[in-house]
Nanobody
Framework: QVQLVESGGGSVQAGGSLRLTCAATGSIFNRYTMAWYRQAPGKQREMVARITGDFQTSYAESVKGRYTISRASAGNTVYLQMNSLRPDDSAVYYC?????????WGEGTLVTVSS
């Protein structure tokens, strides 16, 4: 079983920054592929950033150059640094982990960007 603990959501003005943190528990020996997703009201959930156990990253086109995903060298703590935030970045952000091919989800944290 994997449990995800998220923090860092909140409200910022356009152009501001936030850093989200997610810690996955369940194994101290394996590094899971982890990702951040977001879902705005009335819209589909989308993947915004992903990082593998080998530290390879990928991003949605809409956040490239503004978001950076990273992880601790050991374990399964992942971060999402969000810069130059825009109102259309407002959404509930969800942490995701793949452990032995099984996806696990955090409860979500609300990010609101005002103009």
């Amino acid at each position: 079983q994997v449990q995800l603990v998220e923090s860092g959501g909140g409200s910022v003005q356009a152009g501001g920054s936030l850093r989200l943190t997610c810690a996955a528990t369940g194994s101290i020996f394996n590094r899971y592929t982890m990702a951040w997703y977001r879902q705005a009201p009335g819209k589909q959930r989308e993947m915004v950033a992903r990082i593998t156990g080998d530290f390879q990253t990928s991003y949605a086109e809409s956040v490239k150059g503004r978001y950076t995903i990273s992880r601790a060298s050991a374990g399964n703590t992942v971060y999402l640094q969000m810069n130059s935030l825009r109102p259309d970045d407002s959404a509930v952000y969800y942490c995701n982990a793949l452990a032995s091919g099984i996806p696990y989800w955090g409860e979500g944290t609300l990010v609101t960007v005002s103009s």
